[in-house]
C-alpha cells in the first residue's frame, strides 16, 4: 500500500507498487491527460511532476512515489493558466496535441527550476520529448515565451 | 475552366485597390450619396447582395470518392442554431493535427455570418452518406470540402435572411446577415439598427426550403472575417494544454476491460502453439483469447490475428503478453531481408522495365549524349509511427456495436467492422476520437476490427484495445522501400537531352489485390511520370518489385522517395556541369507553360491527386516562382563559413507548389544540421494561413527525420526496430532550428489546394544538396545518417 498525493489530493493505492503510475493514473486514477507514447521513457509524452520534477510516469512506479507528491497536466494549474499553458495557448503549439502534455510538463519543470533558460538549455531539457508533428520550433519559442512571464 | 465565382471575383479585381473595386461593385448613386453625407467609412460598409455573384461550381475529384459530398452542402446536416443563438457546426474530418476540425468548420461559419465564438463543433461520427467521404488523407479536405462547405454557409445566411424577411414582412434584398444576426436595411441599403439575432431566427430559418445551389450567393474575399485571416485559434487547443482532450485511449466506458494482443512478427505468420498459463498467472488478467486473421490474399485492412490479452488494466494486460509462449509459423515472408532485398532492388534498376511514359527516344539521347550522369538513390521503409498508437474502444449491446477510435477513414472501418462481426451496417457506429497524429497509418482500420472481435468474444463486454508502441512499429502498413535511377543525357550546349527514371519498390496495391510487383496509377503520378522537366526525351519505367510485409501510405507517400531522387540528380547534374543548381532547376522546369499530359507522353490513366487535369493542371510558371520566392528569401547564392551550405528542391504535388531551400551547418564532429530552413508555396485559394505555416514547420522537422533518423528494415522477414529507442526520430537536440514559410496570395482561378503533405518531400533532397555544397559529399541513401563523415 501507498500513500501518494495526486495534483495535492492525499490518495491511499492499494495496486502492485511495482506498477508504472502512467498506468495507475490512466487506468485506474481517470487522469487521462497523461500520455501513453513508448513505455520505455524515450518520448516524455507521459510526463509528470514528482515532488516538483520532471519524470517519465512509464518509468515511474507507485513504490517509487511512495510518500511523495505527484502533479499531473490536469494538476498543473486549478484554471489552465500555468504560464507555459499560456504561452503554448498564445503561440499556438500544438497540432496534433498528443505529446503536449508531456512538453508542456517538462517545460514547467524546467521553468521551475531556471527561469530564464537560454537556448540551448531548452534544448537540453527538451530533447527527450519527441514530437512527431514537428512543433520544436513553437516549443522552444514557447517555452522562452513562458519563461518570460514566469 | 470553369471557374468559380469568388475566384472571377477576384480575377475582376486583381490590380484594382480593394474600396475601388468596392463602388464598382456596388455601383449604386444612391449608395454613394449615402456615403458621401453619412461618411460611411469604406471598410466597414456591408455590400449589396448584388455585388456577390451566384454560385459556379468547379469539378474536382471529390464527387468521385465513395460517397462524394453526400448532403455536405445542406445546412440541416451540418449546423444547428438553438433558440439561444449558439451555432453547432459538425466537422465530418479527421483531425490529426492538421487543423481542419478548426478550419472546415469556418469556412462554414463564415459564410453564414457566424460569430465564431458562439459556434461549437461537434466531431461527427462515420456516415458517409449522410456528410460526404470521410476518408481522411490524400491532403484533400479543404481541396474537395470548400466548396460544399460554402454552399452549406450560403445556404445558412440566406435562410436566415430570408426568416427575418419574413418576420419584418420586407424584401430578401432588404435583410443582410452580419456577425450572428440579420439587420434591416432601408431603401438605399442603408442599415436601420433594426436587427434580429439569429436564436430568434433559427426555428423558422431551418424550416425553410434549402436555396437551390445557382441561387447561392457567396461573400467576397474583403467580407471574409475567418477565410485568409488565421487569428483564430483551432478548437481544442485550451483541452490540448489541460489535458482534457479526447484521444483513443481516453475513451471510458463502465465495465470497460483492457487488452492487447500478439500479432505474428511475420506477415501471414500463423500460431503454431501457444501456452498461456502463466499469462492466466498474471494479477489483472482476465481471459485470453485467439484471434482469427485475414491470411488469404489480399488481406487489404483484415486483422493478422494473434492472442488477445483481457485484462483489469492495460499494464496487466502488457505483462499478461510478455507471459505468453507463442510459436510462429512464419510463412514464406520469413525470406525477407533488408540488405538482400536492396541489392535485388539495385539489380532491377540496372535493367529495363515496363515503360510507364516515353516522350521523344531516350536512348538516341543517351547515345548521343557529350556526357551522362548516372545515379541510384535508395530508401528504405518507413513507419508512420504518430506519437498516439493505435487504440480502440468496442463494445457489443441490444444488437448494436458502438465503437470509439482515432481513425482517418470512420466509413470504410464501419463498414469492414459490420463485415467482420456479421452486422448490418446500421447497427455499428464509429466515433471519431481527436487523432494523435496520423500519416496514413490511422487510414486502416485493422486495430478495429481486433478490438470490435474481442469484445464479441467477451459477449459484448467494452474493452480498450492498446497497441504498444512496439506493436505499432512491426506490425504497421509500411511505406514502400525504394531505389530509384536516374540517367541523364547532356548535349553539347550543357542542356539536359535525356531524362530517365527507373523505379523500383513494392507497390500500395499489394495491400488490395494479388501483388504483380508493378506499382499503380497513384504511385506513379506522385513524382515519376509528371516530372515539369523541360526536356525532349524523358523515359519512366518501373522495375518489378514484390512486397514481403503490408505497403501502406504514409504521408507524401511516394513523392518522398522520388523527390529525393530527381532533386539530389538535378543538383548532381548541375554541379557536373558547372552550373548552379537553383539557375539549373529552373532552366530545367523550363517556358512558363501548362504541362500537356498528352504530348508528353503521361500514361492514358495519369493520377492526377484524384482531381481533373483541366481544374487543377500542372503550370511551370507557379513552380518556377516558388523556386524564385523560397531562394530569395534564403539569400541564395550568398557566400557561407566553411562547413555550412544551400540547398534546394521544388516539386508539385496535391495541386500546391512548393519550393525548399535548407541551410545545413556541419558541426566538427560532422554532425548535419539545419539552422534555417525556407519553404514558399503556392496552394492557391487558401483558407487559414496559420495552420499552413504549422504544417510547413512540423514538415521540415518530420523530413528531417527520414533524411537523417528514421529507417525500417527487415531481417527474416521480421520488423528490427521496435520502439522510439531504435526507430528514432529528430529531437529537440537536431531540428530545423527556423523554418519560415511563404504562402503565395493566390491568383484569380486558383482553386484551394492540399497541405498536409506537399511540404513534407523537397526537405530531404535540399538538405542532401545542402550538404553537398558545404562538404562536397553526396548522400544517396535515406536515411542519410546523423553525421557525414
Redesign the interface.
Known amino acids: 500500500m501507498a500513500t501518494i498525493t495526486v495534483n495535492g489530493e492525499s490518495r491511499t493505492i492499494e495496486s502492485?507498487p511495482g506498477?508504472?503510475l502512467l498506468?495507475y493514473l490512466?487506468?485506474?486514477a481517470?487522469?487521462?491527460?497523461?500520455?501513453?507514447?513508448?513505455?520505455?521513457g524515450?518520448?516524455g509524452?507521459c510526463t509528470i511532476h514528482l515532488d516538483g520534477v520532471a519524470v517519465r510516469s512509464c518509468m515511474t512506479t507507485i513504490g517509487m512515489a511512495d510518500g511523495k507528491s505527484i502533479t499531473?497536466?490536469?494538476g498543473l494549474n486549478p484554471d489552465?493558466e500555468h504560464p507555459v499553458?499560456k504561452a503554448?495557448?498564445e503561440l499556438?503549439v500544438?497540432?496534433?496535441?498528443?505529446?503536449?502534455?508531456g512538453q508542456?510538463m517538462q517545460a514547467a519543470s524546467l521553468i521551475a527550476k531556471n527561469n530564464a533558460p537560454s537556448d540551448q538549455e531548452i534544448?537540453?531539457e527538451?530533447?527527450?520529448?519527441?514530437?512527431?508533428?514537428?512543433?520544436?520550433?513553437?516549443?522552444?519559442a514557447a517555452v522562452r515565451l513562458a519563461a518570460g512571464g514566469a | 475552366m470553369t471557374m468559380l465565382h469568388y475566384l472571377e471575383q477576384e480575377a475582376r479585381k486583381a490590380g484594382t485597390p480593394v474600396t475601388r473595386a468596392v463602388i464598382e461593385n456596388v455601383s449604386r448613386r444612391q449608395i454613394l450619396g449615402a456615403l458621401a453625407a453619412s461618411g460611411f467609412v469604406l471598410s466597414v460598409r456591408i455590400p449589396d447582395a448584388a455585388a456577390r455573384e451566384p454560385l459556379k461550381p468547379y469539378p474536382t475529384g471529390g464527387e468521385g470518392m465513395p460517397h462524394g459530398y453526400g448532403k455536405a452542402s445542406d445546412p440541416h446536416v451540418y449546423v444547428a442554431i438553438d433558440g439561444d443563438g449558439a451555432v453547432t457546426i459538425f466537422a465530418h474530418r479527421a483531425e490529426m493535427g492538421t487543423g481542419v476540425r478548426t478550419s472546415l468548420p469556418m469556412v462554414i461559419a463564415d459564410e453564414m455570418e457566424a460569430d465564431w465564438s458562439r459556434v461549437k463543433i461537434v466531431q461527427a461520427p462515420g456516415d458517409e452518406p449522410l456528410y460526404g467521404n470521410q476518408d481522411t488523407d490524400g491532403s484533400r479536405s479543404m481541396r474537395h470540402f470548400i466548396l460544399p462547405m460554402r454552399e452549406c454557409g450560403a445556404a445558412m445566411r440566406q435562410m436566415l435572411e430570408q426568416a427575418a424577411a419574413a418576420k419584418w414582412g420586407v424584401d430578401a434584398a432588404l435583410c443582410r446577415a452580419k456577425a450572428h444576426h440579420v439587420v434591416k436595411l432601408d431603401g438605399s441599403k442603408k442599415e436601420t439598427g433594426e436587427k434580429i439575432g439569429y436564436g430568434e431566427l433559427a426555428e423558422a430559418a431551418m424550416a425553410l426550403p434549402v436555396p437551390a445551389r445557382e441561387t447561392l450567393l457567396f461573400k467576397t474575399p474583403d467580407e471574409f472575417t475567418l477565410m485568409r485571416k488565421g487569428e483564430a485559434k483551432i478548437v481544442d487547443l485550451r483541452d490540448i494544454t489541460t489535458g482534457k482532450a479526447i484521444y483513443g485511449a481516453d475513451v471510458r466506458l463502465p465495465g470497460m476491460k483492457f487488452a492487447v494482443m500478439a500479432r505474428p512478427p511475420v506477415l501471414g505468420g500463423k500460431i503454431k502453439s501457444y501456452d498461456a498459463a502463466e499469462t492466466k498467472n498474471v494479477p489483472g488478467v482476465e481471459s485470453v483469447h485467439e484471434i482469427a486473421g485475414v491470411y488469404d490474399v489480399p488481406r487489404k485492412f483484415g486483422q493478422l490475428g494473434g492472442i488477445a490479452v483481457v485484462a483489469s488494466s492495460t499494464y496487466a494486460a502488457i505483462l499478461g503478453r510478455d507471459a505468453l509462449a507463442i510459436e510462429w509459423d512464419h510463412g514464406a515472408n520469413a525470406s525477407y531481408n533488408s540488405d538482400a532485398f536492396f541489392k535485388q532492388m539495385s539489380e532491377t534498376a540496372a535493367k529495363p522495365g515496363k515503360v510507364i511514359r516515353n516522350q521523344g527516344d531516350f536512348d538516341a539521347a543517351f547515345e548521343k549524349a557529350k556526357s551522362t550522369l548516372t545515379a541510384e538513390y535508395h530508401m528504405q521503409h518507413l513507419v508512420q509511427a504518430p506519437m498516439e498508437p493505435l487504440v480502440c474502444v468496442a463494445r457489443i449491446q441490444d444488437g448494436k456495436a458502438e465503437l470509439w477510435a482515432p481513425v482517418q477513414s470512420p466509413y470504410g472501418a464501419r463498414e469492414d467492422v459490420a463485415k467482420a462481426l456479421g452486422m448490418k451496417i446500421e447497427d455499428v457506429t464509429v466515433h471519431v476520437t481527436l487523432l494523435g497524429g496520423g500519416f496514413g497509418r490511422k487510414s486502416k482500420w485493422d486495430f478495429m476490427i481486433e478490438a470490435a472481435l474481442i469484445s464479441q468474444k467477451l459477449g459484448g463486454t467494452p474493452v480498450l484495445l492498446q497497441w504498444t508502441r512496439e506493436d505499432d512499429t512491426r506490425n504497421a502498413f509500411y511505406h514502400t522501400v525504394s531505389v530509384e535511377r536516374i540517367d541523364m543525357a547532356f548535349d553539347d550546349k550543357g542542356k539536359v537531352s535525356g531524362f530517365r527514371h527507373r523505379t523500383v519498390a513494392p507497390s500500395i496495391v499489394s495491400t488490395f489485390a494479388p501483388d504483380s510487383g508493378y506499382q499503380f496509377p497513384i504511385e506513379y503520378g506522385m513524382g515519376f511520370v509528371n516530372t515539369p522537366f523541360e526536356v525532349p526525351n524523358v523515359r519512366c519505367e518501373n522495375g518489378q518489385a514484390m512486397a514481403h510485409t503490408r505497403i501502406g501510405w504514409y504521408r507524401s507517400v511516394s513523392n518522398i522517395p522520388r523527390l529525393f531522387a530527381v532533386q539530389s540528380a538535378v543538383c548532381e547534374a548541375a554541379h557536373q556541369l558547372g552550373r548552379d543548381p537553383k539557375d539549373f532547376l529552373l532552366e530545367l522546369i523550363g517556358s512558363d507553360r501548362t504541362l500537356d499530359p498528352k504530348a508528353l507522353g503521361f500514361p492514358d490513366d495519369f493520377w492526377n491527386y484524384g482531381d481533373p487535369y483541366e481544374t487543377f493542371p500542372i503550370e511551370t510558371a507557379r513552380l518556377k516562382h516558388v523556386v524564385n520566392v523560397a531562394a530569395e528569401k534564403a539569400g541564395w547564392g550568398k557566400k557561407l563559413p566553411k562547413g555550412q551550405g544551400l540547398g534546394i528542391a521544388a516539386h508539385r504535388a496535391w495541386g500546391t507548389y512548393v519550393a525548399t531551400v535548407v541551410h545545413t551547418e556541419i558541426r566538427d564532429d560532422g554532425t548535419i544540421t539545419v539552422p534555417h530552413a525556407v519553404t514558399a508555396l503556392d496552394c492557391g485559394f487558401y483558407v487559414n494561413p496559420e495552420r499552413i505555416r504549422s504544417q510547413i514547420e512540423g514538415a521540415a522537422v518530420m523530413g528531417m527525420s527520414h533524411a537523417l533518423y528514421s529507417g525500417i528494415t527487415f531481417k527474416d522477414g521480421a520488423v528490427e526496430q521496435s520502439n522510439f529507442s531504435d526507430f528514432t526520430i529528430a529531437p529537440m537536440s537536431n531540428f530545423p532550428r527556423q523554418v519560415d514559410v511563404v504562402i503565395v496570395e493566390p491568383k484569380p482561378g486558383q482553386h484551394a489546394c492540399g497541405i498536409g503533405e506537399p511540404g513534407l518531400p523537397p526537405f530531404a533532397p535540399a538538405l542532401a544538396n545542402a550538404v553537398f555544397a558545404a562538404t562536397g559529399k553526396r548522400l544517396r541513401n535515406l536515411p542519410m545518417g546523423e553525421k557525414v563523415a
Not at chain 1, 500544438?94 to 502534455?101: H, I, K, S, V
Open positions: 502492485d506498477t508504472p498506468w490512466r487506468d485506474e481517470g487522469l487521462t491527460g497523461t500520455k501513453y507514447g513508448c513505455g520505455q524515450v518520448c509524452a499531473t497536466i490536469e489552465g499553458q503554448w495557448r499556438s500544438p497540432q496534433c496535441g498528443f505529446c503536449q502534455a508542456i534544448v537540453d527538451m530533447s527527450g520529448n519527441l514530437c512527431r508533428c514537428g512543433c520544436y520550433q513553437r516549443i522552444h
